[in-house]
């Protein structure tokens, strides 16, 4: 069983001379970084869907059920934490920058934050654009975190990752993961990129534990799509949420949900990212599925 007492452990694949998949140029992760002390989640969807809205809201709500959580933005703009904290909280690149990449000199101070209802944040932040490898910087992340002992006393961590799956190392927190939750409105371009992340995590699951845990339905008043998309693929839809203005509301006054005034929309909100929480430790043996080719999900999506 895992620390929450909830998911079993998927034993490692493979060896480091396996690689990272099919294809993969990806080094095979140290066995000493992987968390093993916490349910890890990673939260992934297209571009703009509401994975740092999600995320955020999700921490909110399982630190409301008692669980110390940790929410690791993984996103250049490092906006994913900012209604947590209130505030852009500096990077750990930056941070690192500062001490000319000495990370021994760093406290945990000088890069974990914490936030709303006692949830710790960290914003990975990233190489400036068109240099370096997100990868690399999740993975310092990670080691920072392991160093200083920060996992130790942690039931949750959540991982709110950049876009779509472009590149392996946007990928690394699957290498970290014990569920993928993937985020998904009900239209073609969020179903296609759903896809894809489909197939990463395909990918990563031949040498790491992590499985697709469900989807959540964002903005989508309608589900017609993303339903004809996870009874083709034998996916789960965990949580709906409507388009809901408070949700706007919240992301302009930097907060959560659960900092709102008590509405009946805001309390309908609020209740239905709890239920979400309870999903996510409910766990499961999560969802092992083939993605469709480009092709098959053009031709699969829209009205006839």
Request: include cysteine; aromatic fraction near 6%; charged fraction near 25%.
């Amino acid at each position: 069983m895992s620390p929450t007492g909830t998911l079993p452990v998927v034993p490692r694949k493979g060896t480091a001379d396996t690689g990272d998949g099919e294809g993969s140029v990806q080094v095979h992760m140290d066995p000493s970084e992987q968390i093993d002390s916490a349910l890890v989640l990673a939260v992934y969807g297209k571009g703009g869907i509401g994975k740092s809205t999600t995320s955020s809201n999700l921490s909110a709500a399982l630190a409301g059920m008692g669980k110390r959580v940790l929410q690791v933005g993984c996103d250049p703009k490092h906006d994913s934490t900012f209604t947590l904290t209130r505030r852009m909280v500096p990077t750990v690149i930056d941070t690192l920058a500062e001490v000319d990449f000495h990370a021994e000199e760093l406290r945990p101070e000088d890069f974990v934050y914490e936030g709303f209802g006692g949830v710790m944040c960290v914003e990975t932040g990233g190489p400036p654009a068109g240099t370096g490898c997100g990868g690399y910087v999740v993975g310092q992340t990670v080691k920072l975190l392991k160093q200083h002992h920060l996992l130790d006393d942690t039931d949750v961590v959540v991982f709110d990752v950049l876009g779509d799956v472009v590149c392996g190392g946007f990928a690394a927190p699957l290498q970290h993961a014990d569920r993928a939750i993937i985020v998904t409105a009900n239209d073609f371009d969020s179903i296609f990129a759903m896809n894809r992340i489909v197939a990463a995590i395909r990918a990563k699951a031949k040498n790491y534990k992590v499985r697709l845990g469900g989807v959540v339905a964002n903005r989508a008043d309608q589900t017609d799509q993303i339903d004809r998309f996870n009874d083709r693929l034998g996916l789960d839809t965990m949580a709906v949420f409507p388009t809901a203005d408070c949700i706007r509301q919240s992301r302009l006054m930097k907060r959560t949900l659960f900092e709102m005034e008590e509405t009946d929309e805001v309390l309908a909100m609020q209740e239905m990212y709890r239920t979400l929480a309870r999903n996510v430790l409910a766990g499961g043996e999560g969802i092992e599925c083939e993605p469709m080719d480009d092709n098959e999900i053009f031709n699969l999506l829209g009205f006839d």
